[in-house]
């Protein structure tokens, strides 16, 4: 799993802030949403319809250039200029598309190692705790859940630096290695239900809060 979970707290970049900032408080979803924003999500989540979190669209670089055309108009109004430093980001979030071959696991050897449409990403800005988490369901043995843990540093406006420090296969876990243990992510777009990142890798991952009123079928009756 690749789009950016451990112990330790966030910690900012000292070479990019010069002083420590103090989370936002969140802000009611309608005072920051506008009815452009409500449009633009409602015609991305429109697109995203039966891309099955991306799969369908992998080999298919026109569909995934439409897609990422409406992604990219979301982007463009994103609500919340310092997204790394908003209590927004806290709380469990579930993937619904991406273009990510390892996330979606499509170049894994067995169907049983890829995962279900259950990936998610937990946050939580007081433990700098990142945590992404997919469900395999293995023959014989049903269900296994695999998790990967990293620290994290934050660098304002959007980015967040990670270092992996953890891999879980169902009951095993073992050390990330040192080689190819760092990434980052920048979130590019963030409100009370929707997340918009962009990977080291160069690639998109579209999630939803989970826990909240909002699903797909509900973002596309937004400002109807």
């Known amino acids: 799993m690749g789009f950016v979970g451990g112990v330790g707290s966030f910690r900012y970049n000292s070479n ?32 995203l319809e039966g891309a099955n979190l991306g ?3 992998l080999n298919d670089s026109r569909e995934r250039r439409q897609i990422e055309d ?4 979301v982007e463009a109004l994103n609500p919340t200029p310092l997204p790394v430093q908003s209590e927004l980001l806290n709380g469990e979030w579930k993937l619904v598309y991406t273009d990510s071959p390892e ?12 995962p279900t449409d259950e990936i998610y990403q937990a946050v939580s800005l ?19 859940v695999n998790r990967v843990r990293a ?19 169902g009951p095993f876990r073992f050390n990330a290695p040192d080689r190819g243990s760092r990434a980052y992510l920048d979130v590019t777009y963030l409100d009370q239900h929707l997340r918009i990142s962009r990977g080291n890798k160069q690639h998109i991952f579209v999630l939803t809060k989970e826990k909240s009123q909002l699903n797909m079928a509900e973002g596309q009756k937004l400002n109807k």
């Open 103 to 114: 996330i979606l696991g499509t170049q894994r050897p067995f169907d049983w190692l890829r």
């Open 55 to 57: 799969r369908a669209v």
């Open 126 to 144: 007081p433990t700098g705790t990142i945590e992404n988490r997919e469900i395999i369901i293995v023959p014989v043995l049903g269900e296994l």
């Open 16 to 47: 990019v802030v010069s002083r420590p900032c103090c989370p936002q408080r969140a802000q009611p979803l309608a005072s920051m949403e506008s009815r452009e924003i409500g449009l633009a999500k409602k015609a991305m989540f429109s697109a």
């Open 151 to 169: 620290r994290a540093w934050l660098e304002p406006p959007r980015r967040v630096r990670v270092k992996f420090e953890e891999f879980q296969f």
């Open 70 to 73: 409406y992604i990219a108009k």
